[in-house]
């Protein structure tokens, strides 16, 4: 099963606007086509018959593996389960995570041979048109109202983030490999 993620301090805009970025795709309220099967624990049989993560990969090692994965044995979104993740509130960190996040997903990119820095510095940021539809349909009303008012707080770090992608994919490590 696939877990949601509650965010640790939700009367906080900064840590609202760390949470929607980085979980948007993984509150609570979402109905399981919109959600992202992450937060699995695995069979370790999984392992046996499908092969290991990919320690060579420096991000997305999980969504890899999730790739090699058949149909039948995807994880069940089941947003019950709650993980809940200490988000920062300081405004200056999210911004740095986020820059380096995308800084890492730029890489990773480069790696699978994408080569173009304004589209995907464009495709990151695209997030911001879908980030408050998200909030409003995967949180409860009690935390909803933060969330909203933290989004000029998202679209600075989404931009944090479009930024560093497009740096990584443009001067990233070229192997996508772990230093």
Not at 100 to 121: A, C, D, E, M, N
Request: hydrophobic share 40%; proline share 5%.
């Amino acid at each position: 099963m696939a877990s949601a993620i509650a965010n640790s301090h939700p009367r906080n805009l900064v840590a609202c606007a760390a949470h929607l970025v980085t979980y948007m795709r993984r509150l609570p309220g979402l109905p399981a086509h919109k959600a992202l099967r992450y937060g699995v624990s695995f069979d370790r049989k999984l392992f046996d018959r499908y092969g290991l993560f990919d320690e060579q990969m420096a991000t997305g090692e999980d969504t890899e593996f999730l790739e090699r994965l058949p149909k039948a044995v995807v994880p069940l979104w089941e947003p019950a389960v709650l993980t809940v993740h200490r988000n920062e509130t300081r405004l200056i960190r999210v911004i740095v995570d986020q820059y380096l996040r995308g800084y890492r997903y730029g890489t990773y990119l480069k790696s699978v041979g994408h080569r173009k820095p304004l589209r995907i510095f464009k495709g990151v940021f695209r997030d911001r048109r879908n980030v408050g539809k998200f909030a409003k349909e995967g949180l409860a009303e009690e935390d909803r109202c933060f969330a909203m008012l933290s989004l000029p707080i998202v679209w600075a770090a989404l931009f944090a983030k479009s930024l560093g992608a497009a740096v990584g994919v443009t001067h990233g490590d070229r192997t996508g490999t772990r230093p």
